[in-house]
T-cell receptor
Framework: GQQVMQIPQYQHVQEGEDFTTYCNSS?????IQWYKQRPGGHPVFLIQ?????EVKKQKRLTFQFGEAKKNSSLHITATQTTDVGTYFC???????????FGQGTTLQVKP | DSGVTQTPKHLITATGQRVTLRCSPR?????VYWYQQSLDQGLQFLIQ???????AKGNILERFSAQQFPDLHSELNLSSLELGDSALYFC??????????????FGQGTRLTVV
């Protein structure tokens, strides 16, 4: 079936280290979205990428959408304790309306 | 505050029972999504409605059903409940239903516990 895979499932880093999570879809996506869920909270929209090869930055966060519109990555530079949470990618499947979430990457940052 | 309201926040019920979860989307949003999140699990897509009509279906059990009303609020009905249905159920809304304006805004969720 249509799936969006995300790795790694967990990542523990020392504060100041970089962090990357990867997302891969079995089918071409209309767009890819990224969300952050803090412990005990609900997913919060971060960004949406639509164009093939698109790169967007939000302060220390860099988001990329692959050329084939099947994969994406989120890179955080110099992590801070406030970055703790689970990061989800979500792919909008072309012509279906389905917004399918990856399993998420839970980031722990040690001060 | 995302602008999406879900009620109730918590629900405890017995196996075999039926419950209804309610969602009011953000003002102006036409799409409503329902997701199930179990412990340490991702967000499982259940179903999407757009402007009152079913738009997309995910891994929704036959015991579950949903609808979106003319005022755009949505309800998720869960029947013949089993212990494994215990989870956090999220509703999300977006302006559009396909390609554009599809960023989703999530409610706080309804935590369902089946005992």
């Amino acid at each position: 079936g249509q799936q969006v895979m995300q790795i790694p499932q967990y990542q523990h880093v020392q504060e100041g280290e970089d962090f990357t999570t990867y997302c891969n879809s079995s089918t071409t996506l209309s767009n890819i979205q990224w969300y952050k869920q803090r412990p005990g909270g609900h997913p919060v929209f971060l960004i949406q990428l639509v164009k093939s090869g698109e790169v967007k930055k939000q302060k220390r966060l860099t988001f990329q959408f692959g050329e084939a519109k099947k994969n994406s990555s989120l890179h955080i530079t110099a992590t801070q304790t406030t970055d703790v949470g689970t990061y989800f990618c979500a792919g909008l499947l072309s012509n279906t309306g389905k917004l399918i979430f990856g399993q998420g990457t839970t980031l722990q940052v040690k001060p | 505050d995302s602008g999406v309201t879900q009620t109730p926040k918590h629900l405890i019920t017995a196996t075999g029972q039926r419950v209804t979860l309610r969602c009011s989307p953000r003002s102006g949003d036409l799409s409503v999504y329902w997701y199930q999140q179990s412990l340490d699990q991702g967000l499982q897509f259940l179903i999407q409605y757009y402007n009152g009509e079913e738009r997309a279906k995910g891994n929704i059990l036959e015991r579950f059903s949903a609808q979106q009303f003319p005022d755009l609020h949505s309800e998720l009905n869960l029947s013949s409940l089993e212990l494994g249905d215990s989870a956090l159920y999220f509703c999300a809304s977006s302006v559009g239903g396909d390609r554009v304006n599809t960023e989703a805004f999530f409610g706080q969720g309804t935590r369902l516990t089946v005992v």
